[in-house]
């Protein structure tokens, strides 16, 4: 009997990536633009308080109408990353994104960091949509999944750093120590636009016409009825026409909302309604970050198929709604059970995290037109956008405002918008269509949280 193949060593599973070109030029410029992204993270905020001198309520006003702006701009990435080379696109985004965070440097009022604030937001999300219109084309099936799983565990490194780096920035004080760190934040993304200007011309949109050319009388071709008979075919693919991907956008726009728990609903839980330290805060935040890191690769292999990705969305809708009542438990008790409870609380939720990405991923690609990539993406990314905006809100008038009860009920939204993905995964799994056809069956076991 021949001997088995011996399993992957971990630096050839480290080094993987690498070897696909369009994997590994994404890889590499993720790992340096996030690391400006977590110094950019770390500082900003503060950076509009104590430097600028913006008042709270301001500085809370820029953040909601950069969000905002970033709504609208995911949709046309995705859009134009379907009618122009989309390597070209993310190339002069990303080359904005970094010369717009440099800027930041020369804000001096309110209107001027709401206005550099906007543009940077608007920038920063039509890039991400249009990375996923990329990853969209250059990959198939399971590897679709799997790439944006590697990006996402890059991302979450590299911001970790970066966070790490932006906190000198804290410990100096002085407003040069904080314009240093914010230009170095944009120097991370433009040196990062030196990799994606590899990335080869087959990640764009493939030219061959969706139309017959419209020709004339003597047999000539009429560019103009042409160009319009385009303009429909595209229409006719759009996501707008889609009620399943609209529906299917919505849901995980609502679950996107975990997010906002994590940044906003959880760290003042623990500052106001809790006995916890608030340096829980920070640990808290680790442990996230360790999850997603070692389990993210994993936990999305297999969920390009529908079921197994509708099951991943329902056990990760549980588990946050698991989480929601245990985050509310931690009032009114020790210190000592309040941390116990919070940490058991953040592993919950950040496996749910992880389930619900790798779910959605796979799901966003597999019921998308594959005609109009771009346009779909963009879609997806519009509603992670809405629901980034309205997190805030929605955690304040529930959990924040009323305990135990607005936990509970925070619980069963997350509950109802996960298991309603995983209704729309069974259906079109059982449903005829290309959804269906393009994800045959491969694995319909249970999820796996395992390396």
């Known amino acids: 009997m021949p001997d088995s193949p011996a399993p992957p060593t971990l630096a050839s599973r480290i080094l993987a990536p690498f070897a696909d070109p369009v994997l590994g030029t994404l890889v590499i410029a993720t790992l340096i633009s996030r690391v400006g992204r977590g110094i950019f993270l770390t500082v900003t905020v503060l950076y509009f308080t104590f430097i600028i001198g913006l008042p709270a309520h301001e500085v809370a006003l820029i953040l909601a109408l950069a969000s905002a702006a970033g709504v609208v701009s995911s949709f046309a990435g995705g859009w134009l990353a379907d009618r122009v080379s989309a390597r070209r696109l993310l190339v002069w985004?990303?080359?904005a994104d970094g010369v717009g965070l440099i800027v930041y440097v020369f804000a001096g009022?309110?209107?001027?960091?709401?206005?550099?604030?906007?543009?940077?937001?608007a920038i920063e999300q039509a890039a991400n949509a249009t990375r996923a219109a990329i990853i969209a084309r250059a990959f198939t099936g399971e590897r679709r999944v799997g790439a944006r799983a590697v990006l996402r565990t890059v991302t979450n490194l590299s911001i970790a750093v970066g966070s790490g780096i932006?906190?000198?920035?804290l410990v100096?004080?002085?407003a040069e120590a904080y314009r240093a760190m914010i230009v170095g934040a944009g120097v991370a993304y433009l040196l990062a636009v030196t990799q994606l200007v590899r990335?080869?011309?087959s990640v764009d949109a493939p030219r061959a016409a969706l139309a017959a050319p419209v020709t004339t009388a003597t047999g000539s071709t009429d560019a103009v009825a042409s160009a319009?008979?385009?303009?429909i075919a595209l229409r006719a693919h759009s996501p707008w026409r889609d009620r399943r991907y609209l529906l299917l956008t919505a849901l995980s726009a609502v679950f996107g909302m975990q997010f906002g728990v994590a940044e906003v609903?959880?760290?003042l839980w623990i500052a106001q309604d809790t006995d916890a330290p608030e340096v829980l805060v920070a640990i808290a935040l680790i442990l996230n970050t360790v999850v997603v890191v070692l389990f993210q690769v994993p936990v999305s292999r297999g969920t390009h198929d529908l079921r197994v990705a509708g099951r991943a969305s329902a056990i990760a809708a549980w588990l946050m709604a698991g989480a929601c009542v245990v985050y509310a438990l931690a009032s009114g008790v020790p210190a000592w059970a309040a941390i116990t409870i919070i940490l058991v609380a953040t592993l919950a939720h950040s496996f749910a995290e992880v389930l619900s990405q790798a779910g959605g991923?796979?799901?966003?690609?597999?019921l998308a037109d594959p005609v109009r990539a771009g346009a779909y993406q963009g879609m997806f990314s519009m509603g992670f956008s809405l629901g980034a905006m309205c997190a805030p809100i929605v955690v304040a008038a529930t959990a924040l405002e009323h305990g135990l009860l607005g936990w509970v009920a925070l619980g069963a939204i997350f509950l109802a918008s996960g298991l309603g993905t995983w209704a729309i995964a069974r259906s079109a799994a059982r449903g005829p269509g290309p959804a269906a056809s393009t994800s045959a069956p491969t694995d319909t076991g249970s999820v796996s949280v395992v390396a």
């Open 361 to 366: 991923w796979g799901l966003s690609f597999e």
């Open 228 to 231: 319009r008979a385009e303009r």
């Open 93 to 95: 985004l990303s080359a």
């Open 109 to 121: 009022d309110f209107a001027s960091a709401l206005v550099i604030a906007v543009c940077v937001g």
């Open 199 to 201: 990335l080869p011309g």
């Open 166 to 169: 932006g906190a000198l920035a």
């Open 172 to 174: 100096i004080g002085t």
């Open 265 to 267: 609903g959880v760290p």
